[in-house]
């Protein structure tokens, strides 16, 4: 007789009589069991765990959005895998989710992962095995049964080897936040390799968003800030809820903001929730910026990381790797964002921190250094240049440093004044304009803090000062003079030669602001200390003569002026020779005296020398 346990076996009923005889009953079939379906990988789209961000408040990034869609073709045989690097705040986890929603129709799952950390992407892992075992039983029994709780690595397992069956090729998956890898070159103590996530075949689509720059085994698409300064103010007139094109003062913060969404999405927030102006948002931001960021919520889409703490973490895993690059970036604090090179810190290293001397003794360690930083996206590097993002700059020197470091204070004033070229150095404007805005810088610092200049060395601030001067900042210029002069009479006394020296600058100066009576003073204390210490023919004096010379023809003392410019002539045909350049522009001075006076002859003479 056929076993009735078996589907599709033909079977008879036997049925018991009274008489306690057997008969034979009805003549039953199993019906056979249908097929089995064919297996199904269409998950969708999974962002359920993904930072929930208003797809309206998105601007921009069309051209990265056409190379996403590009490289992360589902219809390729190879397995495309894209990292996306920049910034903390620039936006990557943004693009990814807009990306997503676009275009997941062309893929059979698109699934976002927390890969901050080894932990929260293993618990996602979990988390995406349970669907996945949730969708086959769904597709076996038509209902949700129970699902068989797996262990860690047995989930892992089992997502790779899903993503690895033949018939399923067409997914995307998004690892968010992989700022801490740890890879051939990269050190970390909490960072992990990411590949042993990735399926055993190599198909499908990965598409990673990182602060990291070094990662090898990706397609490397690196987003920037907006150089649109349109795209800058939509942000703020999508967030704020205010019109921002119109506003003037709407595109002084987008200015000062450079183009950074994480910065430009927390002001137009801010203001969305207060009755404060774009003006009165930026005034706080540039007076009372740790005020600011204490009282600042939040942005859903960054989690627990700010304006004022997003960069943090990078900070920290340069410090793992190369804790002198760490120090390094404090130090740029107290200079300007743009224009680093290595000759500027190289030429401050002298009597440096050994840290310093370390990073600056050669331009391979010094490059070394600033690859770390470049690594994590805290700086930029440009042909023959560094530079970082203005508000990475604010963090640096208001969250990492507070109240001014005098070590590093002084460091920066260092490197900046053992770079200043006088003017007897061809080109000398060159390198001094490159100067510029790190002397600006350091005025900032020293403004918002109190400065002990008594612990700073006194020829780095008349240097500041020449420097300021050669520009043609003549307030910030006499203040450094002034502070230079003071140190220079307290550690050698009113007649020492720098201080004289100093003393001839201050001169210059007060000429050059049309203070002729304070100028003269100047002058007279300079030449007749000069005189006393180096004689009456020394070239150094012979130069205060000469301006003293101009200060009286700029006062229309024509007398005076001409027995200056007579006296330092003698002195600089004896010392020079009669061709010297320094000679014959006091024959050129003499010229335009007799000039000024109507006496051609002696003019036409003199020009003519």
């Given at each position: 007789m056929a076993d009735p346990s078996r589907p599709g076996n033909q079977y008879q009923h036997i049925r018991i009589d009274q008489g306690g005889k057997a008969q034979l009953g009805d003549t039953y079939i199993l019906p056979a069991p249908a097929p089995p379906l064919p297996p199904s990988y269409r998950l969708g789209l999974n962002l359920e765990d993904a930072p929930q961000i208003d797809e309206q408040l998105f601007v921009g990034r069309e051209d990265e959005l056409a190379h996403l869609h590009e490289w992360l073709s589902p219809s390729t045989e190879r397995q495309n895998v894209v990292a996306i690097s920049g910034l903390g705040g620039m936006g990557k986890t943004q693009l990814s989710l807009h990306f997503a929603r676009q275009?997941?129709?062309?893929?059979?799952?698109?699934i976002w992962l927390n890969a901050s950390s080894e932990v929260t992407l293993k618990a996602a892992y979990m988390s995406l095995a349970q669907r996945i075992q949730r969708h086959n039983k769904q597709r076996e029994a038509g209902q949700s049964e129970v699902i068989v709780q797996l262990k860690e690595e047995q989930a892992i397992q089992l997502v790779r080897q899903w993503l690895s069956q033949a018939e399923n090729k067409t997914w995307l998956l998004m690892f968010d936040n992989y700022d801490d890898p740890r890879l051939p070159g990269i050190r970390s103590s909490t960072g992990y390799d990411i590949r042993i996530f990735f399926p055993y075949s190599t198909q499908g689509s990965i598409l990673l968003t990182t602060r990291s720059s070094r990662i090898t085994f990706a397609k490397s698409g690196r987003l920037n800030k907006f150089d649109d300064l349109n795209l800058s103010l939509a942000v703020l007139t999508r967030r704020s809820g205010r019109q921002a094109h119109e506003d003037i003062n709407?595109?002084?913060?987008?200015?000062?903001?450079?183009?950074?969404?994480?910065?430009?999405?927390?002001?137009g927030d801010y203001i969305r929730q207060t009755a404060d102006s774009f003006g009165e948002y930026l005034q706080m931001y540039e007076q009372s910026w740790?005020?600011?960021?204490?009282?600042?919520?939040?942005?859903?889409?960054?989690?627990?990381?700010?304006?004022?703490?997003?960069w943090n973490l990078s900070l920290k895993q340069?410090?793992?790797?190369?804790?002198?690059a760490a120090k390094l970036v404090r130090l740029m604090g107290y200079l300007g964002n743009t224009d680093l090179w290595y000759e500027l810190f190289q030429k401050g290293a002298e009597s440096a921190p050994e840290w310093f001397c370390n990073i600056t003794k050669s331009k391979a360690r010094f490059n070394k250094a600033m690859a770390t930083l470049h690594g994590y996206s805290l700086i930029e590097a440009m042909p023959g240049h560094y530079s970082l993002h203005a508000c990475v700059h604010d963090w640096v020197l208001e969250y990492l440093i507070g109240k001014i470091d005098i070590t590093l204070f002084g460091l920066a004033m260092h490197c900046v004044a053992q770079n200043v070229a006088w003017d007897t150095t061809p080109e000398y404007w060159v390198v001094n304009s490159r100067l510029n805005h790190h002397a600006l810088r350091i005025e900032h610092c020293h403004q918002r803090d109190v400065v002990d200049w008594n612990i700073v060395d006194m020829d780095d601030i008349f240097n500041i000062g020449y420097l300021n001067y050669m520009i043609g900042r003549l307030k910030e210029a006499k203040e450094m003079y002034v502070r230079a002069l003071e140190g220079y009479e307290k550690a050698w006394g009113a007649e020492h030669t720098s201080?004289?020296?100093?003393?001839?600058?201050?001169?210059?100066?007060?000429?050059?602001?049309?203070?002729?009576?304070?100028?003269?003073?100047?002058?007279?204390?300079?030449l007749e200390g000069k005189e006393k210490a180096w004689g009456a023919e020394h070239t150094s004096t012979l130069s205060t003569v000469h301006n003293?010379?101009?200060?009286?023809?700029?006062?229309?003392?024509?007398?005076?002026?001409?027995?200056?410019?007579?006296?330092?002539?003698?002195?600089?045909?004896?010392?020079?020779?009669?061709?010297?350049?320094?000679?014959?522009?006091?024959?050129n001075n003499l010229g335009n005296l007799y000039k000024n006076q109507g006496k051609m002859a002696e003019a036409e003479k003199m020009y003519m020398r």
């Open positions: 275009h997941h129709q062309r893929y059979s799952a698109v709407a595109k002084k913060l987008a200015e000062r903001f450079d183009g950074l969404p994480l910065a430009l999405a927390t002001a740790a005020d600011l960021a204490e009282n600042s919520d939040n942005l859903m889409e960054y989690g627990d990381r700010t304006l004022y703490s997003t340069v410090a793992a790797q190369d804790p002198e201080t004289l020296s100093m003393v001839h600058n201050l001169g210059n100066l007060y000429a050059d602001q049309g203070k002729m009576a304070e100028a003269e003073k100047m002058y007279m204390r300079a003293l010379g101009n200060l009286y023809a700029d006062q229309g003392k024509m007398a005076e002026a001409e027995k200056m410019y007579m006296r330092a002539l003698e002195g600089k045909e004896k010392a020079w020779g009669a061709e010297h350049t320094s000679t014959l522009e006091t024959v």
